[in-house]
């Protein structure tokens, strides 16, 4: 074991992780990034080339929480000398009289968000190609777009040893032991930091173990699809068709959500916001077609310029927690352990706030946003504390 002690080590490096530990880097904290595979990998929720970002949520504190995070998202842009981000706006279709919907439309009202509302009769017009669901209304949150996933991970990566902080990969974390200084053991080396985040992914719960902490999460497969044009450019984002989310497409069924065809031409990105549960170690055990029949019923029916058939399909996890809120708090029992956890599929685009809270956790501040909804407390009779 070296003397060295770090300020802080955050464990995993995914764009959460790395977000984290650039903001402590940027505020002269001695920070160590270390991550379990050989960077880059597709093992995560952090890889592929696209995630939607938008101001379109039912809740104020999401909505609220995105204002800052677009900005943090253009100074990084910026920083780093890279676009990441383009405005493609994010049409939301929804059943008009469901609690969701209707929520959602309130939410961007009350906070001003720039919206289009879409008449039926006007839809076609506006949004060729699709066909809107009998009893649904449709809205365009106009400043949503499309965020380079793989590019700003990069990005966020560089910025981060360019700052003066230590990123190790391949560097599996086997034991955490809480104390004034945390021990962090790899299978090859012993670190120690006055604070530790942890920010795992569908990993959370393994480490968290060693804390005497399990949080209520449920890791989820997620099959990525992308569906060929029958007219290649019918989607496209050269074409200025924007990203979508379907809410409820059917009683029972979660949200579908589209992206405009970019990362590869003339296939389109089409997939079901929910998969079946999967050990994050054998995610490629978990062989559920079940959300892709359900994605090919609706492309059939909505979106009748693409072939209803994937024409590829990767492999992506989701964290879930009970309410798809996420966890950002420290551990119940040592305040010097962060937490980090559960971003159920929709964390990507407020990486640049969640990082700066986060950071702000482990130096001891106060969080620049209200974290009540994050608080580990909320699920007090589904988390298991063992000491």
């Known amino acids: 074991m070296s003397s060295e002690v770090f300020d802080c080590i955050v464990i995993g490096a995914g764009i959460q992780g790395s977000c984290t530990a650039y903001q402590l880097a940027k505020n002269k904290q001695k920070t160590l990034l270390l991550e379990q595979f050989v960077l880059p990998h597709s093992r995560g929720s952090s890889h592929g080339q696209t995630r939607i970002i938008r101001k379109a949520y039912e809740e104020d504190f999401y909505t609220q929480m995105m204002q800052e995070s677009y900005e943090l998202w253009a100074e990084l842009e910026k920083e780093a000398g890279v676009e990441l981000y383009r405005r493609t706006g994010l049409l939301v279709m929804g059943p008009e009289k469901s609690e969701g919907f209707s929520k959602l439309k309130d939410t961007m009202q009350r906070h001003k968000i720039p919206t289009v509302f879409l008449e039926k009769q006007e839809f076609n017009e506006h949004i060729p190609n699709v066909n809107l669901s009998e009893g649904n209304g449709a809205l365009i949150d106009t400043f949503a777009g499309v965020l380079y996933a793989d590019r700003a991970l990069r990005a966020v990566q560089r910025l981060f040893q360019c700052s003066g902080g230590v990123l190790k990969d391949g560097q599996t974390v086997t034991g955490v032991s809480p104390g004034a200084v945390v021990t962090v053991s790899t299978g090859s080396a012993v670190y120690r930091g006055k604070s530790v985040v942890i920010t795992a992914g569908p990993w959370a719960n393994t480490l968290l173990t060693h804390a005497g902490?399990?949080?209520?999460?449920?890791?989820?497969?997620?099959?990525?699809?992308?569906?060929?044009?029958?007219?290649?450019?019918?989607?496209?984002?050269?074409?200025?068709?924007?990203?979508?989310?379907?809410?409820?497409?059917?009683?029972?069924?979660?949200?579908?959500?589209?992206?405009?065809?970019?990362?590869?031409?003339?296939?389109?990105?089409?997939?079901?916001?929910?998969?079946?549960?999967?050990?994050?170690?054998?995610?490629?055990?978990?062989?559920?077609?079940?959300?892709?029949?359900?994605?090919?019923?609706?492309?059939?029916?909505c979106l009748p310029g693409l072939v209803p058939v994937p024409a590829v399909v990767e492999s992506c996890m989701y964290t879930v927690t009970p309410d798809q809120h996420f966890v950002l708090d420290s551990h119940p029992s040592y305040g010097n352990i962060i937490i980090g956890a559960g971003f159920s599929g929709h964390g990507f685009k407020f990486s640049p706030i969640i990082g700066k809270v986060l950071s702000q956790l482990a130096m001891g501040q106060v969080p620049s946003h209200d974290l009540s909804p994050f608080r580990i407390q909320r699920f007090q009779s589904q988390s298991k504390s063992s000491l």
Not at 245 to 257: A, R, T
Not at 291 to 297: H, N
């Open 213 to 301: 902490l399990q949080l209520p999460l449920k890791v989820v497969k997620i099959n990525v699809c992308y569906w060929k044009e029958k007219i290649p450019g019918t989607y496209s984002v050269g074409q200025s068709f924007p990203c979508f989310i379907q809410m409820e497409p059917k009683e029972g069924e979660y949200d579908i959500y589209g992206l405009p065809s970019n990362e590869y031409p003339g296939l389109m990105k089409v997939c079901y916001h929910m998969g079946s549960e999967t050990d994050p170690d054998e995610r490629d055990k978990q062989t559920d077609r079940g959300d892709i029949d359900i994605l090919a019923r609706y492309v059939t029916r």
